[in-house]
């Protein structure tokens, strides 16, 4: 795992350990010292508890971190402006692609959707002419 994530998202090189220590961790799978900083300043900026997850990167695999860190990926990508689109195929191909462009799952994670979508699960949830509120005006 050392070399497969050597000298990238801020990692080190195959010796320092990173690959293995910023390794993959939450619902989004973060990855890299890099993000693992990232991810740190904006917990901080949102929920003030003192967390530096560089420094403790195991802590990302917690419940609770690993949903925020799921919303911190979903926010720093841009992706409510995407998933606002719609239940549609165009955007699930949409946020595909930003979350990892090179993926063979598209027509997987279309079924998916569809199987959500049909099935009812988003009823209720999803209102599309509401404003959606930003994240940094939560309380």
Known sequence: MNGAY??????GDA???D???YRGRGLFQLTGRANYR?????HEANFGEGIDFEAEP???AEPVYA???????????DLPDLAD????????????RRVNRYTDS??????????LRDGGQFDGICRFSVARPRFEDAE
């Open 67 to 77: 949903v925020r860190s799921a919303v911190f990926f979903w926010l720093s990508h």
């Open 38 to 42: 990232a991810f740190s300043e904006w």
């Open 15 to 17: 010796d320092s350990g």
């Open 19 to 21: 690959g293995w220590a």
């Open 6 to 11: 050597a000298n990238r998202s801020g990692n």
């Open 106 to 115: 598209y027509n997987a994670r279309k079924e998916i959707m569809r199987g």
């Open 85 to 96: 689109a719609g239940l549609t195929d165009g955007a699930t191909d949409s946020i595909t």
């Open 58 to 60: 195991g802590r990302a």
